[in-house]
């Protein structure tokens, strides 16, 4: 059974840092994409950061470019997403995903596209 836990959530000031991280177990880690995704009430869940299984190939959402930046590391089945440069808009709750298919090289850009969920943290930025 695929599981991901995220943590690091919190509250930050404007301009601040925050770095999530979210565990994966049940499955071959580096097989498979993986993403950050963000929610706000009642707004649609959207796409913040992709990368490829063997951590070769990222994408991300152009509101947050030059800012955040997802990693992992195969070895400790672990996704991160350090966020710099913080802004209220940024507040929201954060999840991590794991793509459906095992394809090591391929980024996973789609929401349809992620099968498997963690339970969600919560950022929130202060002006």
């Known amino acids: 059974q695929v599981q991901l836990v995220e943590s690091g959530g919190g509250l930050v000031q404007t301009g601040g840092s925050l770095r999530l991280s979210c565990a994966a177990s049940?499955?071959?880690?580096?097989?498979?994409?993986m993403g950050w995704f963000r929610q706000v009430p009642g707004k649609e869940r959207e796409v913040v950061g992709v990368?490829?299984?063997?951590?070769?190939?990222?994408r991300y959402a152009d509101s947050v470019k030059g800012r955040f930046t997802i990693s992992r590391d195969n070895a400790k089945n672990t996704v991160y997403l350090q966020m710099n440069s913080l802004k209220p808009e940024d507040t929201a709750v954060y999840y991590c995903?794991?793509?459906?298919?095992?394809?090591?090289?391929?980024?996973?850009?789609?929401?349809?596209?992620?099968?498997?969920w963690g339970q969600g943290t919560q950022v929130t930025v202060s002006s």
């Open positions: 049940g499955r071959t880690f580096s097989s498979y994409g």
């Open positions: 990368i490829s299984g063997n951590g070769g190939s990222t």
């Open positions: 995903a794991g793509s459906r298919y095992a394809q090591p090289t391929y980024r996973y850009t789609s929401y349809s596209e992620y099968g498997y």
